[in-house]
């Protein structure tokens, strides 16, 4: 009797090899110039495997951080015991904390370091919004479920969100050794203080 997992190359180390075959192509080719058939011949992987791991060629910059917004959404689906919206807003801020310290520079960081010579200026601008969407998403709808009004879960949900998209752009432009993701991540946090009282 099996045990359900298939034969090959496990879904994380297939994942990485595209993201590392797309990122020398995107250095080489420029982003516009390279194919999901060239990054899966550079990574020696199939096109079905491509599109089994990531649904578009734009998403291998993102994979880190959309893997980092299913993890936002269940950290904060297991939050609630504070008291009210004001609790809820210091649940996100905690939530987003400890996110950014499970994270490494991605692929995206690399991209944000490098767009001009990779080619992906335009391409990660309409990526980054479509993930700071989904961030905002996410924490509105904790804000709501602990008693936010529509409005303000809204306003917060996008201004977290964009705290966060702001800070893992300023951590890609740091200088290596780079300044841990938290520290930059508090920052722009703290700069959302008027809205967080």
Known sequence: MGTGRRAGRPRSASREMLE?????????KGYGA???ADITQRAGVSRNTFFNYIPTKSD???TSVDDALEALAADLAATGRGDGPRAAVA??????LRLAAGMEPGTVVLAFANAEPMGVTEEL???AARRQGRAGQIIAAHLRRRGAEDLAADVLGRAHAGAFLAALRAWSRSAVPREPFPDILARALDTLGPLTR
């Open 20 to 28: 590392e075959a797309a990122c020398e192509l995107f250095l080489e």
């Open 34 to 36: 390279t194919s999901v």
């Open 60 to 62: 291998l910059l993102w």
């Open 91 to 96: 649940e996100v801020r905690d939530a987003l």
């Open 125 to 127: 601008e309409e990526s």
